[in-house]
């Protein structure tokens, strides 16, 4: 089983910056992609960004030139840089990892909590 734990989340003005990170835990064989998902109330989730082992990433539009993903594959870990951050932004955001466990032979996508990113006007 594969287990992630997001941290980072907070409350923050318009136009401040926040650094939300995630680490992927367990019986862990390999991991393709990682990534971050936010849902604001009433919405669906939606992507914000993902990044693949190889450090391809990709950005929703909304985001782009404002947020930026990394990833550190030896510690399983992910983080997303958020600066530039607008009211829009508030929402519950989380990690997933496209991963494959040491007792599957499958890949599944795993999710964490949750962390809380309010952004004041």
């Known amino acids: 089983q594969v287990k992630l734990v997001e941290s980072g989340g907070g409350l923050v003005q318009a136009g401040g910056s926040l650094r939300l990170s995630c680490t992927a835990s367990g019986s862990i064989f390999a991991i393709i992609s990682m990534g971050w998902y936010r849902q604001a109330p009433g919405k669906q989730r939606e992507l914000v960004a993902t990044?693949?082992?190889?450090?391809?990433?990709n950005y929703a539009d909304s985001v782009k030139g404002r947020f930026t993903i990394s990833r550190d594959n030896a510690e399983n870990t992910v983080n997303l840089q958020m600066n530039g951050l607008k009211p829009e932004d508030t929402a519950v955001y989380y990690c997933?990892?496209?991963?494959?466990?040491?007792?599957?032979?499958?890949?599944?996508?795993?999710w964490g909590q949750g962390t809380q990113v309010t952004v004041s006007s």
């Open positions: 990044i693949t082992s190889g450090r391809r990433a």
């Open positions: 997933d990892a496209n991963a494959r466990s040491t007792t599957s032979t499958n890949f599944y996508t795993y």
